[in-house]
């Protein structure tokens, strides 16, 4: 996976997971509230219509009191039952009267009951409804709910009833009222908030799509933007590589002609002329002391190969180790008179591996030749340690210092500090850099593996 793929990835996933925790939680306490909203109008409804039934068969009741309260009681019995058939509020608003034996004497909506026994009758569900309805009243009466005939539909719905029992007469008298409508508007409730539901849930996906969108915009922004100003760099890179590869070049052709070539060139005059003389026997002693400080230009010679190979790359480097090449490097520059240079060494023989040598000791080269040049100093320290797992190199000068800020900002300055910061960075190393007037610390860490140190 590429890298702004891997970004547009690990920036989207959380926002993804993020989005579906909160439609899960918003669906649960979205379906939570429903079921609040709906037992809370249920039992608004419920609570309606056992006031509306009871305030029903309240008004029977006082309908038929005078009756119910006289001596003729067949002739009240008859006038009483005409009041209860006459008695409706709308289609299916009606009053009923069964006598303690289920024997039907009022049902206006179903003559075709009247007189007949229903003790024994079972409901489409399978109870004995008029059974229980006169087991209710005779218990004090209350409220029952059964199934029965709508007659506005001719369909079979839930009904609410409340009863009474006339003791006095062995009857038992009622209302009730059907709840299918109640049924259909709970149902309506349930259907707005699924609907609410769906319509949270299809914000919030947008919403997300949305949000992953954006992400992905401005991650491509972000890629773009940063592949130009890598690409910038991997120019300047180039470029600085190109330059110090010249620069190389250029300082080894030098060494060349200024000292191996013209080295040679005096040898091989010094030897033709002591050959000359050797042909002379008056001329032998002369001839012995041109071969002698041939051999000596020879000896600087070989000094000066030596040297050019020495800052290419030490062969001690790689035969006993960074410490070692370092102290090498101390003498060299101390031997030269330059500047007084130290050094300690507190690490094992070779703690790391052979790139984390070069880059160090490339790392204390380029500090010394910066101090040598621009620092002005008179005296050098170098420190190299390992502590907790990382390999750390100091170098310290009591030279003038400098503006870290302004040499940062400068395109054409500080090269060297940017190529030392840049080889620790290729090993996964750091570089820090201070100075004031009292001089510079130039400080190199670079982590060591565990099976590094355990080499070690």
């Not at 429903?34 to 419920?46: D, L, T």
């Not at 050098?380 to 302004?406: K, P, Y």
Request: charged fraction near 20%; hydrophobic fraction near 45%; proline fraction near 3%.
């Amino acid at each position: 996976m590429k890298l702004r793929h891997k970004i547009i990835f690990y920036a989207a996933t959380p926002l993804l997971i993020s989005f579906a925790v909160i439609a899960v939680v918003v669906w649960h306490q979205t379906i939570q509230l429903g079921e609040q909203q709906r037992q809370s109008i249920e039992q608004a409804y419920k609570s309606s219509k056992d006031a509306e039934l009871r305030h029903y068969v309240d008004l029977a009741e006082h309908s038929i009191a005078h009756l119910y309260a006289r001596a003729d009681t067949e002739n009240a019995k008859r006038e009483a039952l005409k009041i209860l058939a006459q008695l409706d509020y709308g289609d299916d608003g009606y009053f009923f009267a069964y006598d303690f034996d289920a024997n039907t004497l009022v049902h206006p909506r179903q003559p075709e009951l009247l007189g007949k026994n229903m003790w024994d009758w079972e409901n489409v569900d399978g109870t004995k409804t008029i059974r229980i309805l006169i087991d209710r009243a005779r218990n004090g009466g209350g409220y029952e709910r059964y199934l029965w005939s709508k007659p506005s539909s001719s369909t079979v719905a839930p009904k609410l009833a409340y009863v009474i029992a006339l003791p006095k007469w062995g009857w038992i008298m009622g209302t009730g009222i059907y709840l299918d409508d109640v049924d259909a508007a709970l149902a309506k409730i349930d259907e707005q908030v699924s609907g609410h539901n769906r319509d949270t849930m299809r914000m919030i996906g947008i919403i997300a799509l949305l949000a992953v969108a954006a992400v992905a915009s401005l991650g491509l922004l972000f890629n773009l933007s940063e592949q130009r100003v890598a690409d910038v760099k991997l120019r300047e890179l180039a470029q600085r590589v190109v330059l110090s590869q010249e620069e190389e070049r250029a300082r080894v052709a030098r060494d060349l002609h200024d000292g191996i070539s013209q080295h040679l060139v005096s040898i091989k005059l010094q030897t033709e002329a002591a050959i000359i003389r050797l042909e002379a026997p008056q001329q032998a002693e002369a001839a012995r002391q041109a071969f002698e400080h041939t051999v000596q230009q020879m000896n600087r010679l070989l000094g000066e190969i030596r040297h050019i190979s020495h800052d290419l790359r030490p062969a001690i480097l790689d035969d006993l180790g960074l410490g070692s090449a370092l102290q090498f490097l101390c003498d060299e520059w101390g031997a030269h008179g330059k500047m007084q240079v130290d050094f300690s060494c507190r690490t094992p023989e070779n703690p790391s591996s052979a790139m984390i040598n070069t880059v160090m000791f490339r790392v204390a080269q380029e500090a010394l030749n910066n101090t040598w040049r621009h620092a002005q100093a008179t005296a050098v320290s170098l420190e190299l340690a390992q502590e907790h797992g990382w390999l750390v190199l100091v170098i310290r000068d009591n030279g003038a210092g400098f503006d870290t800020g302004q040499i940062a900002k400068h395109p054409k300055q500080g090269i060297g500090l940017r190529n030392m910061a840049e080889r620790l960075g290729a090993v996964g190393g750091s570089f820090s850099l201070s100075s004031g007037p009292d001089g510079t610390t130039v400080t190199a860490r670079v982590s060591l593996s565990a099976k590094e140190i355990s080499h070690a």
